[in-house]
């Protein structure tokens, strides 16, 4: 059985109210996600505020999620939601740049996780995001899509933006690939 099909199984069971699937589903994607929602804020304080607001968001919600299968991105979409407004209320309105820039294949595969990982602080949110979900959540292009609510194409030219951004800042931190 894979992550997929565990979690779909895990949500029709808390759907009909087994608390020991809630406490499965919980244990399995708890750790995933502080992950996402530390390498997203400032510290660790923040990221257990936010984290415990989006799972009481997530558990509010579950009841009413109609496509078990397609849970993590939709746990992603409450837990984005959870740590943007937190942004948004640190930072003011994020800024409206998206362009369509085409990924030219020369970024891939450059870093390996730990690497990426350690770059992830010094990029602005909206590339860390990305990166995280794509590369650190192992999402598809279209679930990443689902997540930030943008088109497939953002989320390619996204990525690209902040690969290279990521590869300039871990060049300049002495990293080599």
Known sequence: M???ERDA???VRVQLG???ALGELVGHWHEPVWRYVRRMLDGPGPADDVSQEAWAAVLKALPALRQPE???PWLFTIIRRSVMDHLRTKYGPPDVVDGDLVDDGETDAVLDRTQVADGLAVLEPR???VLILFHLQDMSLEDCADVLGIPVGTVKSRLFRARRL???RMIEKGYTS
């Open 2 to 4: 894979d992550r997929v």
């Open 9 to 11: 199984l895990l949500v």
């Open 18 to 20: 087994d608390r020991q």
């Open 70 to 72: 397609r849970f993590a």
């Open 127 to 129: 590339e860390r995001e």
């Open 166 to 168: 990521l590869r300039d």
